[in-house]
């Protein structure tokens, strides 16, 4: 079983409109999650990391995270199209301390 | 500034030919890591390590060994290079549970 799992997508969003990109963990353990932005022929960079229950604002990203549930989300505010990229979701797992990654979720911000 | 440098950025080479994929970082991190990414499977672990001279298989393991003399490196080897192993890789480090810094990638094509 995938410890972490994203819907590949594409999701496909307009210019403006708020992207909701999503992620659900295995390991009821795990205490941190991080979400990274990858373009396309680039290494993963880090966007946001959350640690506790509820959201978390940096700018035009929100983390969102719910432990009860094993759900975390990440939400781009008035989206542009330079955020058209891979979105890794990743966890450092309660009992292994090793960042797993989802799979990634491809958004594409239309213009 | 702190960083951390993969070498070379691309390599071609041919089946059974063994081959390192070296990585080093100025951070002074305890913790490094090496993933392999492919289209579909998102970032997979292949080995890491917490410390000098400590080494830990990831989930994809097979084929690939590390070795850790001094905090700065962790080179990777491909024992005898299979086209299943063609693929780009990122080696990253960090301290803790901190977020992860990553390389720039190595882009490897087994002919």
């Known amino acids: 079983q995938k410890e972490v799992e994203q819907n590949s997508g594409p999701l496909s969003v307009p210019e403006g409109a708020i992207a909701s990109l999503n992620c659900t963990y295995s390991?009821?353990?795990?205490?941190?999650f991080f979400w990274y932005r990858q373009y396309s022929g680039k290494s993963p960079e880090l966007i946001m990391f959350?640690?506790?229950?509820g959201d978390k604002e940096d700018g035009r990203f929100t983390a969102q995270l719910n432990k009860a549930s094993q759900y975390v989300s990440l939400l781009i505010r008035d989206s542009q199209p330079s955020d058209s990229a891979t979105y890794l979701c990743a966890d450092y797992g309660g009992a292994t301390n090793k960042l797993i990654f989802g799979t990634g979720t491809l958004l594409a911000v239309q213009p | 500034d702190a960083e951390i440098t993969q070498s070379p950025r691309h390599k071609i080479t041919e089946t059974g030919r063994q081959v390192t994929l070296a990585c080093h970082q100025t951070w002074n991190h305890n913790n490094m890591f090496w993933y392999r990414q492919d289209l579909g499977h998102g970032l997979r672990l292949i080995h890491y390590s917490y410390g000098v001279q400590d080494t830990n298989k990831g989930e994809v393991s097979d084929g690939y060994s590390v070795s850790r003399s001094n905090t700065e490196d962790l080179p990777l080897t491909l024992e005898s290079a299979a086209s299943s192993q063609t693929s780009v890789y990122f080696c990253?480090?960090?301290?803790?549970?901190?977020?992860?810094?990553f390389g720039n990638g190595t882009r490897l094509t087994v002919t």
């Open positions: 990253a480090s960090s301290e803790g549970n901190s977020p992860l810094h």
């Open positions: 959350i640690y506790s229950n």
């Open positions: 390991d009821r353990g795990s205490q941190s």
